[in-house]
C-alpha cells in the first residue's frame, strides 16, 4: 500500500506563498487520484484540491481557486500544492491522499502544518 508524506509547510505571513510537497513511498501514484485536504483547528477536514495522475486534470476548491494550483512531477512520484497570496483562514495541517477512481481517499500522510499570520 502506497504510503504518503507531506512536506513543506511552515510559518509565514499573509501574502506569501508555500509550496506543499506530498511524496510516495511504497509505491507509485499510478491510476491513482491525489487530493490534498486541510483541517483547521476546531474545523472539519476539508477538500482543497485533487489531480489525477494519469491525465493531470485537476480540480480546486473555491475557496482556494486563483490561489492554490495543484500539480506533479513523474519522475519525483510527487505531487504538489502551490500557494500563493496565503490568508490567516488557510491556517490548518495539510493533509495529502490517494484514491482510486469512484473510492474514497485513503493512505492519508501524517500532514504538515501551515500557519499564516496577519
Known amino acids: 500500500q502506497v504510503q504518503l508524506v507531506e512536506s513543506g509547510g511552515g510559518l509565514v505571513q499573509a501574502g506569501d506563498s508555500l509550496r506543499l510537497s506530498c511524496a510516495a513511498s511504497n509505491g507509485t501514484f499510478s491510476s491513482y487520484i491525489v487530493g490534498w485536504f486541510r483541517r483547521a483547528p476546531g474545523k472539519e477536514r476539508e477538500f482543497v484540491a485533487q489531480?489525477?495522475?494519469?491525465?493531470?486534470?485537476?480540480y480546486l476548491a473555491k475557496s482556494v481557486t486563483g490561489r492554490f494550483a495543484i500539480s506533479r512531477d513523474n519522475a519525483k512520484n510527487t505531487v504538489y500544492l502551490q500557494m500563493n497570496s496565503l490568508k490567516p483562514e488557510d491556517t490548518a495541517v495539510y493533509y495529502c491522499?490517494?484514491?482510486?477512481?469512484?473510492?474514497?481517499?485513503?493512505?492519508w500522510g501524517r500532514g504538515t502544518q501551515v500557519t499564516v499570520s496577519s
Open positions: 491522499a490517494v484514491a482510486s477512481p469512484g473510492r474514497e481517499f485513503r493512505s
Open positions: 489531480i489525477a495522475w494519469g491525465d493531470g486534470s485537476t
